[in-house]
């Protein structure tokens, strides 16, 4: 009887093991039904299936990111064992940023490279017909303190962030107060037909407090105000605010039109500029001033900024000059 007992006991025993086993097998220790923590994956508050909803390519400082999961992990450089992480932060705004009649998302994502800095971007989800498409971010700065995102006048970007007074230690706490507003471009790349999915800074209150030695063309998308001859003789946009300009740092540029939209190349050398490789897409206009402005723009070959925050493109044989703001 004595017997019995105890190979019933053992019995018992070895079935509870068993189910320990089975269920500290099948779910993980740390508690993911496939054992790798996905179930787990939060990011700064968000589920995992939240985040994935801003799975997509972007492009960081020239370089394409694919966010999975809300992250990207690869090498710092070829042969290092630094990685270079990008991860969804959060600060999500929802807008119309392309004007094209569907909801885009607006967010902050940070990036990290192997060292102790923690870089802070703002980049923007499209809803495309085709997809979504990534825009290229903005850094906002190192180890600043995002605030507050917001949608702004004219559809675009407004995000509030400390930062620090110049030369403090990274070790201060961010004080210093900043806003920057940016606006989507919303032009056609001529050789790939795609949106330019790229964001350039409306810059504020430049009327008669612009420094002229800190402006670059790059710093913002150009709109073109007017254009004045030698001979007295002018032209302005029939349409205002169609016709804009913007100048990249890796010496490409895109432009928009009353009708298409125009890209190419640009050469700097001190104060000299040209256009090159011009090309547009092929749409008719009736009554459109494209030919005049990408006329006016294969004549420029000089610029200068003023204290009023304005961009100026000097034509050939000092025949005339182009104004934007």
Do not use: H
């Amino acid at each position: 009887m004595k017997t019995s007992k105890i190979i019933l006991i053992i019995i018992g025993v070895i079935v509870v093991i068993s189910a320990i086993v089975f269920v500290v097998g099948g779910y993980g220790f740390g508690g993911s039904k496939n054992g790798n923590g996905d179930n787990d994956l939060l990011n700064n508050g968000v589920g995992n299936s939240q985040v994935k909803a801003y799975d997509a390519t972007y492009k960081i400082n020239g370089q394409e990111v694919k966010l999975e999961n809300g992250m990207s992990s690869t090498n710092s450089a070829t042969g290092s064992a630094s990685k270079m992480v990008t991860k969804y932060f959060g600060n999500d705004v929802k807008g119309d940023f392309d004007k094209d009649g569907t909801e885009d998302t607006a967010f902050i994502v940070t990036q990290t490279t192997g060292g102790s800095g923690v870089f802070y971007y703002v980049t923007t989800l499209l809803n495309k017909k085709t997809g979504q498409v990534g825009v290229d971010a903005v850094l906002l700065g190192d180890r600043i303190a995002p605030q507050s995102m917001s949608v702004g006048p004219n559809n675009t970007v407004v995000v509030n962030y400390a930062d620090r007074n110049p030369g403090e230690s990274y070790a201060t706490q961010p004080s210093v107060g900043k806003t920057i507003e940016l606006k989507v471009d919303t032009s056609i790349d001529p050789v790939t037909g795609q949106p330019v999915a790229q964001f350039g800074e409306v810059v504020q209150n430049f009327e008669g407090e612009a420094d002229p030695a800190i402006m670059t063309l790059s710093m913002k998308t150009w709109d073109w105000v007017n254009t004045t001859y030698s001979n007295d003789k002018g032209t302005s946009p029939r349409v205002p605010g169609k016709f804009t300009l913007t100048l990249k740092a890796d010496k490409t540029f895109s432009a928009t039109t009353d009708c298409n939209g125009v890209g190419g190349e640009y050469v700097v050398k001190g104060n000299q500029i040209s256009f090159t490789k011009m090309m547009s897409t092929l749409m008719f206009c009736e009554g459109s001033q494209e030919a005049d402005f990408s006329n006016m723009i294969g004549e420029v070959q000089n610029f200068l900024f003023t204290s009023n925050g304005e961009l100026v493109l000097g034509l050939q044989m000092d025949s005339g000059s182009m104004f934007f703001k």
